[in-house]
């Protein structure tokens, strides 16, 4: 099949496992699905093992191999680079691309501390200045039954936000005997449960309501301190060898916090969570109506309209597979699904598509710093007393004024009252 004729988007993608078989697929998948104003081409794929990189890209569809992420970068033929790479990598490669003039796409959460996402946002805004671009992989913002609930705060049809409850619910390695990976040492991953899956959860909920979070009372736990090293690597966990390695990051996150709207919060993040496989489950209430949502029924957002009568009222199950629902046109007749990949393929078409606008597309770095802020404030409070902990507002967040009843534990004095739902970024 020939594509329509537009100017290439010339990808280099560093990192080639879970994400870079899901970014790989997204970027052949979205000019075949949408009509992209510029058509991606896999142009070359790194790795650190020649041969694992050359089958990798054989097998996901790029056309040339590099075994040295820093020679994606030099490439003349290379527009954007796409990091698939665990945590402790995302500074270093996302800086030097953005300073060789590539836009970025990189995966969440941003960084492994706030001092890395300060200095990636620095970049970012640095490199805005002559075009070029830089993204966070906070891909479940575009399952489309996110983007509708979204879409449905952002009309008014909640009202004001009162509650916010999320919870990122796996049982990867509730089996005691599931080995080591990268995602269990805090030099790599940076935390986690919390920056793993909770990060998801504090974007999708920001997403959401519109609003962010101004702090934070947490609690960290950590079940299996110490498990077998690998023996061999699955798909997230794998099988146990010889020996023992330490896990020094937490296996479960809980915190609160309160939304600049005066919401409260309600988080829970943990890989220990038996039977649970990918459960994001998010349930909003505000003052006009309620909605709900978990990615085990993906295709699904419950809505309850506090408008109707009593007697009919009740909260409305609605399939999001039709033609009007966001990112659903491109795909198949009403009720027939769409799937994990989808939200990656979307990614690729918002991404394209705010390039060729020159556009900054979202979720940018400032707000990858921005959760960056929030994990790290849950995880300094939940290391302190589990106080109420304030966070730190980036210039450009948080300019509206206060909500009613905002209370001394939040540190500020009452202000006048904001519009209900007032939205910070409407992209
Ligand atoms: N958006 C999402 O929903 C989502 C889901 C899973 C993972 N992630 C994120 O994606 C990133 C990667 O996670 P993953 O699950 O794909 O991990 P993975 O372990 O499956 O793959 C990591 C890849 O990076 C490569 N790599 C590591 N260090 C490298 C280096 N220095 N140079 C070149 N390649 C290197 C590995 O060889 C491997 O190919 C992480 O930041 C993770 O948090 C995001």
Redesign the pocket.
């Known amino acids: 099949m020939t594509l329509p004729a537009r100017p290439a988007l010339r990808v280099g993608m560093?990192?080639?496992?879970?994400?870079?078989a899901a970014h790989s697929h997204a970027w052949r998948t979205a000019p075949r699905f949408f009509d992209l104003p510029l058509t991606p081409e896999l142009t070359v794929l790194?790795?650190?093992d020649p041969a694992g990189v050359t089958a990798a890209a054989a097998r996901l569809g790029w056309a040339d191999t590099e075994t040295d992420?820093r020679r994606v970068l030099e490439r003349p033929d290379v527009d954007l680079v796409d990091i698939?790479?665990?945590?402790h990598?995302h500074a270093e490669m996302a800086i030097a691309a953005l300073a060789a003039g590539k836009h970025v796409l990189c995966?969440?959460?941003m960084a492994n501390s706030v001092a890395e996402a300060e200095a990636m946002a620095e970049a970012a805004e640095r490199a805005a200045d002559s075009g070029v671009r830089a993204m966070v992989?906070f891909?479940?913002r575009r399952v489309p039954a996110i983007t509708l609930a979204r879409q449905l705060v952002a009309e008014g049809r909640l009202g004001q936000i009162r509650h916010v409850r999320a919870q990122y619910l796996q049982d990867w390695i509730a089996d005691p005997a599931s080995p080591m990976s990268?995602r269990l040492e805090k030099d790599k991953a940076g935390s986690g449960a919390l920056g793993?899956i909770g990060a998801?959860i504090v974007d999708l909920t920001q997403f959401i309501t519109g609003q962010t979070l101004t702090g934070v009372s947490a609690l960290l736990e950590t079940f299996v301190a110490k498990r077998p090293l690998p023996a061999s690597s699955g798909k997230l966990g794998g099988v146990g060898g010889e020996g023992m390695g330490e896990v020094t990051v937490d296996d479960a996150a809980v915190f609160l916090g309160r939304f600049t709207g005066g919401a409260l919060g309600t988080f829970e993040a943990t890989r220990f969570a038996l039977g649970r496989k990918n459960a994001i489950r998010i349930e909003v209430n505000g003052s006009a109506g309620s909605l709900a949502f978990d990615f085990e029924d993906m295709n699904v957002l419950h809505f309850f309209d506090g408008g109707e009568p009593a007697a009919t009222a009740g909260f409305r199950r609605i399939v999001v597979t039709e033609p009007e629902h966001p990112y659903v046109g491109a795909w198949w007749p009403a009720g027939h699904g769409l799937g994990y990949e989808h939200g990656f393929t979307h990614q690729v078409v918002d991404l394209v598509t705010a390039l060729a606008a020159g556009e900054q597309p979202t979720p940018s770095f400032a707000d990858g710093l921005q959760v960056q802020r929030v994990l790290d404030a849950v995880e300094r409070i939940a290391a302190d007393r589990s106080t109420w902990t304030e966070i730190p507002t980036h210039a450009a967040q948080d300019e509206g004024p206060r909500p009613p009843h905002h209370s001394q534990a939040r540190g500020g004095p009452l202000d006048e009252a904001e519009e209900p739902n007032e939205r910070k970024d409407l992209s």
């Open positions: 560093i990192g080639h496992a879970f994400m870079g790194a790795g650190r992420w698939c790479t665990p945590g990598t995966e969440k959460p992989g891909t479940y990268w793993d998801h």
